[in-house]
């Protein structure tokens, strides 16, 4: 196991003496490893050893610079905005595999959150959001990119909630313009 350097501080050193003699005191013996760790870390003012922890690796993760949030792929979207109508039907199932996923996110971004629906009624929802007759294609991709979830019987379904492509909210505001036209 490698070793995790933690820093340590505290406030008052004369406070820190006073606690730890404190607590060497209600012992009686020497204190272990661990005990030492959880005693210095109850100096400081955390619970214990665990919670000393917890507290710096979730500190040095707020400090953290966050990760620019990725630019849309506007080509992409442009690419899958072909496969719909004017009406945002899918017209027809793409041969690309990333465009195909981009369609399944608009589909799923349809689906009603924390509903459960039969797969009669998934299939309804399906068939009126496409038109070139496959909805059980769509309702399979959709459970393999794990965008919902099924029963083990499939009489289930419900939506997965999930943080979608940056490319979704342009192609959906796209797909939009182009209905409202």
């Given at each position: 196991?490698?070793?995790?350097?933690?820093?340590?501080?505290?406030?008052?050193?004369?406070?820190?003496?006073?606690?730890?003699?404190?607590?060497?005191?209600?012992?009686?013996?020497?204190?272990?490893?661990?005990?030492?760790?959880?005693?210095?870390?109850?100096?400081?003012?955390?619970?214990?050893?665990?919670?000393?922890?917890?507290?710096?690796?979730?500190?040095?993760?707020?400090?953290?610079?966050?990760?620019?949030?990725?630019?849309?792929?506007?080509?992409?979207?442009?690419?899958?905005?072909?496969h719909f109508d004017d009406?945002?039907?899918?017209?027809?199932?793409?041969?690309?595999?990333?465009?195909?996923?981009?369609?399944?996110?608009?589909?799923?971004s349809r689906i009603p959150?924390?509903k459960v629906f039969t797969?009669?009624?998934?299939?309804?929802?399906?068939?009126?959001?496409?038109?070139?007759?496959?909805?059980?294609?769509?309702?399979?991709?959709?459970?393999?990119?794990?965008?919902?979830?099924?029963?083990?019987?499939?009489?289930?379904?419900?939506?997965?909630?999930?943080?979608?492509?940056?490319?979704?909210?342009?192609?959906?505001?796209?797909?939009?313009?182009?209905?409202?036209?």
């Open positions: 196991m490698s070793r995790l350097s933690l820093p340590y501080a505290v406030a008052d050193i004369s406070a820190l003496a006073r606690s730890l003699r404190d607590q060497l005191g209600k012992l009686g013996h020497m204190p272990g490893h661990v005990e030492l760790l959880n005693m210095l870390a109850r100096s400081a003012g955390y619970a214990n050893y665990q919670h000393f922890r917890a507290q710096l690796e979730a500190r040095s993760r707020l400090a953290a610079p966050r990760a620019p949030t990725p630019a849309p792929d506007h080509e992409r979207i442009e690419k899958v905005a072909r009406s945002g039907r899918l017209l027809r199932w793409p041969a690309r595999a990333n465009q195909q996923d981009l369609c399944l996110w608009v589909l799923w959150s924390g797969e009669q009624q998934i299939n309804e929802l399906l068939k009126h959001w496409h038109l070139f007759g496959d909805h059980a294609l769509l309702r399979r991709s959709l459970f393999d990119l794990r965008l919902v979830a099924r029963t083990t019987d499939g009489r289930q379904y419900r939506r997965i909630e999930q943080k979608p492509p940056a490319e979704l909210s342009p192609l959906i505001e796209h797909l939009n313009a182009r209905t409202a036209a």
